[in-house]
């Protein structure tokens, strides 16, 4: 079974510029979640969402937004983008919303992110 | 506001010494504490989840405990082999996960 897949890759960008992150979940997951990790830290997380409605937000700026799509496949968009937000974006899925109690239908599976570099 | 942290400095051993990493955390009280690998430009992989009720968790050659007293989770890998190089994550578990920044572990062979 495939699993959670991004794309792109990597990604160069100049400031100010405008960038789409996309992900697609493993198959009949209906959870997305998005996590930035800048060099030399752990995961942040930015959004969540969860049969297409947004169920979570992280301490991130209006720049930031995302979206999830019939087929559970999601976006993250970034505008005006500045130095600050170069690091590696990462997805998660999960059966349902990731939350607690914990269990096997909310566990969190990652895919391998896309490294956005902005000059 | 809730503060997770590991290791600042990268841990280095032998093969065949157990590593020890520490995760202490801070304002929160999480229900369940969960460890991932992560290798250099790839997503974190689940290792572990250690419950509060639950004062240790083996899988393998790796183990974690979790003192809910100190606010404090260790995870151990012995018999560490060169493979084992990464770096290791904590995580508390609500709606989303909240990471520490992780540490970085070298085995030397």
């Known amino acids: 079974d495939a699993g959670v897949t991004q794309s792109p890759t990597h990604l160069i960008k100049t400031r100010g510029q405008q960038v789409t992150l996309r992900c697609s979940p493993i198959?009949?997951?209906?959870?997305v979640s998005w996590y930035q990790q800048v060099l030399g830290q752990g995961p942040q997380f930015i959004f969540q969402?969860?049969?297409?409605?947004?169920?979570g937000r992280g301490n991130f700026p209006d720049r930031f937004s995302a979206r999830q799509f019939p087929n559970y496949s999601s976006e993250l968009n970034v505008n005006a983008l500045l130095l600050g937000d170069s690091a590696l974006y990462l997805c998660?899925?999960?059966?349902?919303?990731?939350?607690?109690?914990?269990?096997?239908?909310?566990?969190?599976?990652f895919g391998p992110g896309t490294r956005l570099t902005v000059l | 506001s809730q503060k997770i942290e590991q290791n600042s400095e990268a841990l280095n051993i032998q093969e065949g010494k157990t590593a020890t990493l520490t995760c202490n955390y801070t304002?929160?009280?999480?229900?369940?504490l969960q460890w991932y690998r992560q290798d250099p430009g790839r997503g974190p992989v689940f290792l572990l989840l250690?419950?509060?009720?639950?004062k240790e968790k083996r899988k393998e050659r790796l183990k974690v405990t979790f003192d809910t007293t100190l606010k404090q989770s260790l995870f151990h890998i012995t018999a560490s082999q060169p493979a084992d190089s990464a770096t290791y994550l904590c995580?508390?578990?609500?709606?989303?996960?909240?990471f520490g920044a992780g540490t970085t572990v070298t085995v030397r062979a």
């Open positions: 998660a899925s999960s059966l349902r919303l990731a939350g607690i109690p914990l269990s096997s239908y909310n566990e969190q599976f």
């Open positions: 198959s009949g997951h209906k959870s």
């Open positions: 969402y969860y049969e297409k409605e947004e169920r």
């Open positions: 304002n929160y009280s999480p229900a369940y």
């Open positions: 250690i419950r509060e009720n639950e």
């Open positions: 995580a508390f578990n609500d709606y989303k996960l909240s």
